[in-house]
């Protein structure tokens, strides 16, 4: 079975300032998809970025990009320039490619706070 | 707004009562997921479902829980008999026919039961 670990329940960064979320995960797959969900207080859950195993490059969506290393199952978000708004609970996700469609697993989430 | 609709946001039960939660997904998405979020913790995925049709279920406790999403009308996630262990925030995302990995999520719909 599939896990997700987000080691860090809470952090906090200073606008302005880069921060980095960690997420490992465990599978034998070697198909799938890695995403990071933003859940704001409004609790919709919103994708920040997706990125495919297959792919060697890192996603990157404007200040947001991932560090995916996939040998060590890690990957982890990095914030540039973070925003006030940019505070939320921020949840990595797996899914195995070719399986059963939207069966993502989530990591507990790590609640970030962006400070002025 | 062509994204995913729940209602109700929230819902409040007593014990013994039934919960209908109701999930209209985006416009032309014929693929429906539901999660449950329980306080502090991760969504778990539940159930996914085409119209008309149970593709996966293995998230979905087997006793009191059901799902539906029929030829016409929204997606129902319906749960019997509640009790306090059902309160959570319940959502439910959409995805098109071409798996591309991404689904679009609803705001959720919140269930207390008392």
């Known amino acids: 079975a599939q896990t997700v670990t987000q080691s860090q329940p809470e952090m906090s960064v200073q606008e302005a300032e880069t921060v980095t979320l960690s997420c490992t995960y465990d599978t034998s797959e070697n198909n799938y998809y890695l995403f990071w969900y933003k859940q704001p207080p409004s609790r919709q859950m919103i994708l920040v970025i997706r990125q495919e195993a297959y792919k060697q490059q890192n996603a990157t969506e404007n200040r947001f990009s991932v560090n995916f290393q996939k040998a060590a199952k890690s990957f982890s978000l990095k914030i540039s320039d973070s925003q006030l708004g940019d505070t939320a609970m921020y949840f990595c996700a797996f899914m195995k490619h070719g399986g059963s469609q939207g069966n993502l697993i989530f990591g507990k989430g790590t609640k970030l706070s962006v400070k002025p | 707004n062509a994204g995913v609709m729940q209602n109700p946001r929230h819902l409040v039960r007593r014990r013994g009562q039934e919960a209908r939660l109701r999930c209209s997904p985006v416009?032309?998405?014929?693929?429906v997921y539901w999660y449950r979020q329980l306080p502090e913790e991760g969504l778990k995925f539940m159930v996914y479902l085409q119209k008309e049709n149970i593709i996966d279920e293995s998230g979905m406790p087997k006793e009191r829980f059901s799902a539906e999403f029929p030829k016409e009308g929204p997606s129902i996630l319906r749960i019997q008999q509640v009790v306090r262990g059902d309160s959570a925030a319940y959502f439910c995302a959409s995805g098109g026919t071409v798996n591309t990995g991404e689904l679009f999520f609803g705001e959720g719909s919140r269930l207390t039961v008392l």
């Open positions: 416009k032309g998405h014929s693929h």
